[in-house]
Every structure is written in C-alpha cells, then in structure tokens.
C-alpha cells in the first residue's frame, strides 16, 4: 500500500497532466491567433446563457481539485491548489452574477495588450506544470 | 473519502451558487434562461454535458437508500434523463422551459429549493465527514 506522501504526490501528478496541456494549448492559441480569440471571447461576452454555463463547469472543475487536491507545501504543487481556488472563485462569480462578469470581462478584452500577456502567462505556467507532470 | 461525502461536496456549493442567482438576480436570471432556451445548439451542449456527468454519478452511486444520499442518486438520475431529452428532442425543453418560466413565482420556488437542498448537501459534505470504519463499527457495538 502506498504512503500518503506518494498518494497525494500521484494526485499532484495526475491533476497536473490533465490542467497543464490545457493552459498551454488556450497560451498558445492566444498569443497564435489573437483575432479570433478576440472575437471569440467578445461573443462569448454578447450573452448570459454561455457565462453561466461556464460558471457551472468551472465551479464544479474548481471543487474537484480543492476537495482532492488541498495541499499547500513550498512547492509546486501549490500552483495546482491556487490553480483550483481560482477556477471556483471565477465559477462562482459567473453563476451569482453574469451581468458583472460581462462587465469585467468587457473591460479586458478591450485592454489592447491582454491576450499577448495572458497568452504568455499560461503558456509559461502551462509549460511548467505539463513538464513537472509529466517529466520531472 | 466515501463518495456520496465527495459528491455532495461538488453538488452542494453549486445548488448554492445558482439558488442565490435565481432568488438574487431574477432579471438577469430570466433574459439568460429565455435566450438559452431558443437556442437549440446550447441546449444540445447541455445535453451532451448533463448526460456523462449523470452517468457517472449513478455508475458510481446508485443508492436508493432511505438517507440523504438518495438525494444524490435521484440528482444522477435526473441529469441522465433530462441529458437524453435534451440530446434527444431540445424542443420539448424549449417549450417546457418556456412554460415553466411564465410561472411569475419560477424563480422563487426554484431558487429556494436549490438553496434548501445545496445547504443539505453541503452540510453533510463538508461539516459531517464519514466516520473511519474502526469508529463506525465500535459505535455500533456500544449501541
């Protein structure tokens, strides 16, 4: 039977093979393809129904990994709880008030640089946890 | 972790969350789930989300009980069912939700029930944690 070191250490791994190739893909697509992130995330705003029905998936993706993945060592994988706190901190913000997401979200996507610095922040948090997870 | 724990705690906070909205942002709450509901392609999708999740909840925890975890398998089991019809026929649901929403007291009534059951769950989840084997079975010798 394994420690509980290694079973929370395979749970790290496991959460992070399956978050870190996204980030990196939605960091590569932004810095990529900027325009049609553009105007993707600009329909995406245009309405309620899409912000609310992210807001449910990312609630429910955020409270997968705090209730199994709720480890705040000086490590890496603190990354990974940040990671989850976020999610469903921003599902919950979408399910309880969609109208200020769009408002937020509005005032970003405006902003003429975010999807370069987005782009690159989760291409190089992607990058990093894809490689601790599945190489290191 | 005993999974009806687990699943009421991924369960409960969400009913929370979307009670809130429906009984604090009724306005908003009604223009979304009308445009959402002419909308085939987004009832589809939901369709093709509910339906996996259901699934998983009643491979995992079919348990018909009488004890809250029921709570969970009829929640499972009616993601599956609304999934397929949403899958299957997206307007019966449009014209469903339609009628549901020219009900005046929809939001009320919903909101209030997702936020009595999202509590419980919750509740059960987080602040009444399954009991270790060893401790569950000196309980029930000492009773």
Excluded at chain 1, 51 to 72: K, M, R
Excluded at chain 2, 77 to 104: F, H, N, T
Aim: net charge positive.
């Amino acid at each position: 039977m394994p420690a509980k070191g290694q079973d929370t250490m395979q749970q790290s791994l496991t959460i992070a093979r399956l978050i870190g190739p996204v980030l990196t893909a939605i960091g590569i697509g932004m810095l990529a393809n900027e325009a049609v992130y553009r105007q993707m995330a600009m329909q995406f705003l245009s309405g309620y129904p899409f912000i609310y029905f992210s807001g449910i998936l990312a609630l429910v993706a955020g409270l997968y990994i705090i209730n199994v993945h709720n480890i705040w060592t000086r490590d890496w994988r603190s990354l990974i709880t940040a990671i989850g706190w976020i999610i469903t901190c921003i599902g919950t913000f979408r399910i309880l008030a969609p109208q200020f997401a769009i408002f937020v979200g509005g005032s970003i996507v405006a902003t003429s640089g975010f999807f370069i610095c987005a782009g690159a922040i989760l291409l190089c948090l992607g990058g990093f946890i894809t490689f601790k997870g599945y190489v290191a | 972790m005993e999974r009806s724990h687990f699943l009421a705690k991924l369960i409960g906070p969400v009913c929370i969350a979307g009670g809130l909205g429906m009984l604090f942002n009724t306005t908003v709450y009604r223009a979304m789930f009308e445009r959402a509901l002419h909308d085939h392609m987004f009832i589809y999708l939901s369709g093709v989300i509910a339906l996996p999740i259901g699934l998983a909840i009643v491979i995992l925890h079919n348990d018909w009980k009488w004890h809250w975890p029921l709570i969970i398998t009829v929640f499972g089991w009616l993601a599956v069912i609304g999934g397929l019809v949403r899958m299957i026929a997206p307007q019966v649901i449009e014209s469903y939700g339609l009628s549901l929403l020219s009900s005046p007291n929809f939001f009320v009534i919903d909101g209030g029930v997702a936020v009595l059951l999202g509590v419980l769950l919750s509740y059960f989840g987080y602040l009444d944690p399954p009991q270790p084997a060893g401790r569950r079975s000196s309980l029930r010798r000492r009773r």
